[in-house]
Nanobody, 127 residues
Framework: QVQLVESGGGLVQSGGSLRLSCVVS????????MGWFRQAPGKEREFVSA????????QYADSVKGRFTIFRDNVKNTVYLQMNSLKSEDTGVYYC????????????????????WGQGTQVTVSS
């Protein structure tokens, strides 16, 4: 049973920083592509960032590019999202995802691509 547990969310003022962590257990973390999605109140879940098993070629939504950084530690089975220069519009529940890539494609921007999900961690940015 694959488990994803996020941590690091909280309340921060605009311009501040947070680092989200996602620990994966019960699976082969190093073989998964990993991603982060978020969902703001009243809106659909949207893509934030994704990273391959090797950590190369990270992908970012235009709204976070230049402010957020995704990286992973395959020894610790952990993927991180470093969030800098936070804005109030970054507020939402952030979800960690894992993709086994069984379909032979990698539609990293699509939440249906992913096989496992964490419970989410709340990020609230005040202005």
């Amino acid at each position: 049973q694959v488990q994803l547990v996020e941590s690091g969310g909280g309340l921060v003022q605009s311009g501040g920083s947070l680092r989200l962590s996602c620990v994966v257990s019960g699976g082969t973390f190093s073989s998964y592509a990993m991603g982060w999605f978020r969902q703001a109140p009243g809106k659909e879940r949207e893509f934030v960032s994704a990273i391959t098993w090797s950590g190369r070629g990270p992908q970012y939504a235009d709204s976070v590019k230049g402010r957020f950084t995704i990286f992973r530690d395959n020894v610790k089975n952990t993927v991180y999202l470093q969030m800098n220069s936070l804005k109030s519009e970054d507020t939402g529940v952030y979800y960690c995802t894992a993709d086994r890539l069984l379909s032979g494609s990698y539609n990293y921007w699509n939440w249906n691509e992913y096989d496992y999900w964490g419970q989410g961690t709340q990020v609230t940015v005040s202005s």
